[in-house]
């Protein structure tokens, strides 16, 4: 095992591993904020994730239950960190700039998601929120750009929504967040962290080599024509498309299908 994953030097992120599932905890009182060594930190811990044999989802969670993340740590930065600074691989909550994550990410939203918080969730690949969850973008009232969350959210939201909330800086609440697509689910604050379990439990039985296809080809489509990026899938010009066809996975679930029986993936 990757020795950034059994690292126990810092509690301000908590690491626990189980049946192919990395559960991310933030655990910085009183707001999860994130300053540069964390953020350097959490780079590390998604890149060793990516690289994995073993692990094949990944949970993102905060301990507590008033914040999931503030953000970029206000109070670092007032004491002179830099909001261009470095970040650490994978840019800021290292997983926004991280290249190649082509395995699943889940996020459980557990109460305040602001600023770089919220960034860092629309960087996963779906979104839990218990009920008493709260979303907002407030940069504009710092000063700054929530630059992440202006290039994401009106790929996500309809435009005018996404602009709302960029440009007022205001809450809103889980059943907005589900009303817009932001969120899959809304559970309680007790059992968000089981069906987060749950959820990531389904996604590991799942077939490893089309997941990676399948967020490959979300990622290249995102700013490529549909023709384009079609024949680029059809001819296997994407790495993670190629392995797909070419493994043993592939034929495994023609055979179960044929057979009536549940597929064995064995990722390769």
């Known amino acids: 095992m990757n020795a950034i994953l059994t690292d126990t030097s810092t509690t301000d992120i908590l690491l626990h591993q189980q049946d192919g599932i990395l559960e991310i905890s ?107 969850a709260s979303f907002a973008l407030p940069e504009i009232r710092s000063g700054t750009v929530a630059d992440a969350a202006s290039i994401k959210l009106p790929k996500r939201i309809p435009y005018h929504v996404a602009m709302d909330l960029l440009l007022t800086g205001r809450w809103f609440d889980a059943e907005e967040a589900h009303r817009w697509g932001l969120v899959k689910q809304i559970v309680s604050q007790d059992s968000l962290q089981q069906t987060a379990w749950e959820l990531a439990r389904h996604l590991v039985s799942g077939p490893p080599l089309v997941f990676a296809a399948i967020k490959e080809v979300v990622r290249e489509a995102e700013d490529t024509k549909f023709q384009d990026m079609l024949n680029r899938v059809t001819k296997r010009q994407l790495s993670t498309v190629d392995t797909l066809y070419s493994s043993e996975d592939q034929l495994e679930g023609a055979r179960a299908f044929a057979e009536k029986r549940a597929p064995v993936w064995k990722g390769k």
């Open 26 to 132: 933030l655990n910085r009182p009183k707001a999860n904020a994130i300053d540069r060594a964390t953020s350097r930190r959490l780079g590390e811990i998604f890149t060793a994730f990516r690289d994995s044999t073993e692990l094949r989802v990944a949970i993102l969670r905060a301990t507590g239950e008033k914040f999931f993340s503030a953000g970029w740590d206000l109070k670092a930065a007032a004491s002179g960190e830099e909001v261009d600074g470095d970040y650490g691989i994978g840019g800021f909550g290292g997983l926004q700039e991280l290249g190649q994550m082509n395995k699943p990410v889940i996020c459980a939203v557990n109460g305040i998601c602001c600023g770089g918080g919220l960034e860092m969730a629309l960087a996963c690949d779906l979104i839990l929120a218990s009920d008493t």
